[in-house]
């Protein structure tokens, strides 16, 4: 099991600025080599799923077991990457610095790191490793930060909202490395979207959460079989159930 | 992690202010000024043209001070923008712990105000060598204790103003204005209690705790006063003079016990809250 999580609690009372929120997560499971997608509207606590598996937040109750560790335990990420939706790299670092230096720090193999730096830019489109990350655009950042999150050699990939402020070329060039990643070494991800076609074609596991709560959860197989497409089964629990409303 | 902060630490252009300026004061010193041994080897003296000869303890108070400043604006900015959100969930979601993130940042600290503080006394060490013919090493040992001890009490109480507030302005500006005065009306809450008549027994034990609450700048103080006045009457100075005269055997132990001793709490709370800290 890569990913296990149990009885998850976490909730913000009404403050200044937000709103009253409670995230409740029965159960969720994440399997060695599946990819599996969370989806549900802006707001609906998949961020902040997200970082209570990784101990950035703290639940209120439950439990989290990742990589065979408590999530606490700075073991459980040893093997685990993640990229999160709103990231900080160093402004005056080049983009080759700001990858060296974090390989350093996440004790990736440093043999050959310059070849796959090069392989790597290569899949990705990116002829601006010597380019300071300040003189970046958006989406080159963006570009970058997935490069910095497939620079290693993990298990399990977290990737929120990973293809925001990308162009249709480059997603694809990603979304190709990332499937011929998963069938080449059986590597896991979660990945969190509120856009149907990103993950359309990639997944095999999907939640769709609300308000906090997972709502409902299938497989692919199951999706297509019992509402046609992706999109079908997210507008059927999303749209009707605001008409109702 | 100690290593991606000191990176991030040498990039900053306002800490390189301050060896490009220790060197360009040596040269204008060499060039412009005249420097003589005070008759020993541990001072000297140094004026330009007509104007009358300063001591030596006159340029490393002026020095000392700026790059003290340079340091206090320069160091915390990337501290600040380590706990930035954005940043903090990158790094935090690597192998490392909240105690690793916050060690590595005083370990950065320490390590690269040493490396500016070498700087600065090699520049002064050539300076005095070649223009003052005198090498006075506990001069320099004395430095390499001064700045970076200073460094230490300041920056600690920024880190917990950081950890507490987010804001960068807001954590330089209080604790450069309010630690000196504070730790200094502690250091000698005696004298001033007494002053406005409310030396009793309470008040003095409570502010002899209190001392213990807070970074002790004014400890650091103390402890070099010599550094700043190792003029002509330097034997009668009692703290650092002491050790520029007799040597280190001279040093007041007990007062550097108390001042890495008043770090302790603001430090101990800061990671207290660091691990509580949520991204």
């Known amino acids: 099991m890569i990913l296990k999580a149990t009885d998850i609690s976490k909730t913000y009372s009404k403050s200044r600025k937000r709103e009253a929120f409670s995230l409740n997560i029965d159960s969720f499971e994440v399997q060695p080599g599946s990819f599996t997608a969370i989806l549900g509207p802006n707001g609906s606590g998949k961020t902040t799923f997200i970082k209570i598996i990784l101990d950035l937040l703290f639940a209120d109750r439950g439990e989290i077991q990742l990589l065979g560790h408590d999530h606490k335990n700075k073991e459980a990420r040893q093997k685990l990457s993640y990229l999160p939706e709103n990231f900080s790299f160093p402004e005056k670092f080049t983009v080759r610095q700001m990858l060296h230096t974090f390989a350093g720090i996440t004790n990736t193999d440093q043999t050959d790191l310059d070849a796959r730096i090069q392989k790597l830019a290569e899949a990705f489109n990116v002829d601006y490793l010597d380019k300071k990350i300040k003189d970046l655009s958006k989406g080159m950042r963006q570009t970058v930060a997935l490069l910095h999150t497939f620079l290693g050699d993990y298990k399990f990939y977290i990737l929120d909202e990973p293809f925001n402020g990308l162009d249709a070329v480059q997603k694809k060039a990603i979304m190709e490395y990332i499937l011929d990643l998963q069938q080449r070494q059986n590597v896991a991800i979660l990945i969190t979207t509120h856009i149907l076609s990103d993950i359309e074609k990639t997944c095999d596991y999907l939640h769709l959460i609300k308000n906090g709560s997972i709502i409902d959860a299938a497989s692919k197989d199951e999706i297509t079989e019992q509402h046609g497409s992706v999109e079908t089964y997210y507008l059927n629990h999303f749209e009707s159930k605001k008409a109702l409303q | ?279």
């Open chain 2, 1 to 279: 992690m100690t290593s991606l902060n000191i990176q991030l630490m040498l990039k900053n252009k306002v800490l390189w202010a301050w060896p490009i300026i220790a060197v360009l004061v040596a040269l204008l010193v060499g060039w412009y000024g005249d420097i003589q041994s005070a008759g020993n080897n541990y001072s000297f003296l140094f004026g330009s043209g007509n104007s009358p000869l300063l001591t030596s303890g006159f340029l490393i108070k002026q020095i000392t001070g700026f790059f003290i400043l340079i340091a206090i604006i320069g160091l915390p900015t990337h501290f600040g923008k380590n706990l930035e959100s954005n940043r903090a969930s990158m790094l935090l979601s690597k192998p490392i712990s909240r105690t690793d993130f916050f060690i590595s940042e005083f370990a950065a600290v320490i390590t690269v105000t040493l490396i500016y503080t070498l700087i600065t006394n090699i520049v002064l060490a050539v300076l005095l060598a070649v223009e003052a013919g005198i090498f006075p090493y506990q001069l320099y040992l004395g430095i390499l204790f001064y700045i970076p001890l200073y460094i230490l009490a300041i920056y600690v109480s920024i880190v917990l103003l950081l950890v507490l507030t987010r804001s960068y302005l807001a954590s330089v500006l209080i604790a450069f204005l309010l630690l000196a005065p504070l730790s200094g009306f502690l250091l000698e809450a005696e004298t001033f209690l007494s002053f406005m008549g409310l030396n009793t027994e309470l008040m003095v034990g409570l502010a002899d705790g209190l001392s213990y609450l807070v970074p002790s700048t004014a400890g650091v103080d103390k402890l070099m006063v010599g550094l700043e006045m190792p003029g002509p009457d330097a034997a009668a100075m009692p703290e650092m003079s002491g050790v520029l005269i007799n040597g280190f055997v001279a040093f007041n132990w007990q007062l550097f016990g108390f001042v890495l001793l008043s770090c302790l709490p603001f430090f101990l709370l800061s990671f207290y809250l660091m691990r509580r800290k949520q991204f």
